[in-house]
């Protein structure tokens, strides 16, 4: 048995405690009011949509309620070990805070964030995304890096340099798209 291991990222702390692989526990704690409706979110949805996939997703088992402290529900989980599936190949990891948006154009946010200018174009095409869709996803993409630059500013130098770039690719591909 080890400590504590800390994951995490803007929203979420994550905390996996190491002990024998059947007993294997992670916690979930919101760090930011905004993201603690996800804690129902995954305590719903998880465990109804795990049946249906072909990979284990994490399962709920148990809720924290707001104590001193610490003001919002958290969550305890069977924590996944991080392997490929023995079958196929991962094709997606989802996040499971966005559940619920019901746009398609959530899934494409990607584009900008992880794709270079020349891929994007072969992507939306493998997809098929009509330019609604499209514009929706880069509305997107600019919201979350607004809001990343916002926090990140003063206190992750990388994460804020990730989101001015964003930015600017979204800009320049609007004045683009205007043209």
């Known amino acids: 048995m080890g400590g504590p291991a800390r994951h995490g990222g803007r929203l979420r702390r994550h905390l996996q ?46 809720k924290g309620t707001p104590a001193e402290g610490y003001p919002w529900q958290w969550s305890v989980y069977r924590w996944l070990d991080g392997e490929t599936p023995a079958v196929g190949r991962l094709a997606a990891v989802i996040d499971f805070g966005c559940l619920g948006l019901g746009d398609p154009a959530v899934d494409l946010i990607v584009a900008w964030y992880l794709l270079p200018v020349d891929a994007r174009g072969v992507f939306r095409t493998a997809l098929g995304t009509d330019d609604a869709t499209w514009a929706r996803g880069r509305g997107w993409a600019l919201s979350i890096a607004l809001s990343e630059l916002r926090y990140y500013r003063d206190t992750h130098p990388v994460m804020a340099a990730i989101a001015r770039q964003v930015i600017e690719e979204v800009r320049i591909e609007h004045a683009q798209a205007a043209v």
């Open 17 to 62: 405690r190491h002990v024998p692989a059947r007993r294997r526990l992670g916690r979930t704690a919101p760090r930011i009011e905004g993201a603690a409706h996800d804690v129902a979110k995954e305590h719903r949805w998880l465990p109804w949509l795990a049946p249906s996939l072909p990979v284990a997703v994490p399962g709920p088992l148990g």
